[in-house]
């Protein structure tokens, strides 16, 4: 079994956050194109969940995927 990557907590400033924005804010991914085609294509895991929708509220807690990165939403 593989240990999972580390999870970097990213300070968002607020309580919530859509899925594309966090993507950017975090430097997950560089461009809105990018990010709705990983999202589209289902490289995008919330939670550990496949999530392909862009508009999705974040919360504080949220643990993000994508390319082997994880990211958490910090408030």
Do not use: H, W, Y
């Not at 392909?52 to 949220?62: E, K, V």
């Amino acid at each position: 079994m593989t240990n999972p990557s580390p999870v970097e907590d990213i300070l968002i400033g607020s309580e919530s956050i859509r899925l594309g924005q966090f993507l950017k804010f975090a430097g997950i991914l560089d461009s809105g194109g990018d990010v709705k085609e990983a999202i589209i294509d289902g490289f995008v895991t919330v939670n550990g969940e496949v999530d392909r929708r862009r508009g999705r509220q974040l919360q504080a807690g949220d643990v993000v995927g994508f390319d082997g990165r994880r990211a958490r939403v910090c408030p």
